[in-house]
């Protein structure tokens, strides 16, 4: 069975950073892309940053591109959020997730492609 735990979350002032982890086991970890999103209450759950399984491909919502870095250790089985500048509407429960399909080439932006996700962890950022 697939596992993945999110860690990293707190709170942080605007203008701060953090970095999320996402520990996953139970597969082979490096045959998926992998991806994070968040959410906040009254609003669906969206992508925030994707890998590919390679590692070669990486995607950002608009919303956070050239502020977060998403990345991963295979060796590790771990996927990494760095957030940096972080705003007060970045404030949401972060999951990580993984995707159904082995070797896909490049990432998938649709959220059905994703399974297997993690308890999430709070990112709450102050202004």
């Known amino acids: 069975q697939v596992q993945l735990v999110e860690s990293g979350g707190g709170l942080v002032q605007a203008g701060g950073s953090l970095r999320l982890s996402c520990a996953a086991s139970?597969?082979?970890?490096?045959?998926?892309?992998m991806g994070w999103f968040r959410q906040v209450p009254g609003k669906e759950r969206g992508y925030v940053a994707l890998?590919?399984?390679?590692?070669?491909?990486?995607f950002y919502s608009d919303s956070v591109k050239g502020r977060f870095t998403i990345s991963r250790d295979n060796a590790k089985n771990t996927v990494y959020l760095q957030m940096n500048s972080l705003k007060p509407e970045d404030t949401a429960v972060y999951y990580c997730?993984?995707?159904?399909?082995?070797?896909?080439?490049?990432?998938?932006?649709?959220?059905?492609?994703?399974?297997?996700w993690g308890q999430g962890t709070q990112v709450t950022v102050s202004s």
């Open positions: 997730a993984s995707d159904v399909s082995r070797l896909r080439l490049g990432v998938s932006r649709l959220i059905h492609d994703y399974e297997h």
């Open positions: 139970g597969r082979t970890f490096s045959d998926h892309a």
């Open positions: 890998i590919s399984w390679s590692g070669r491909s990486t």
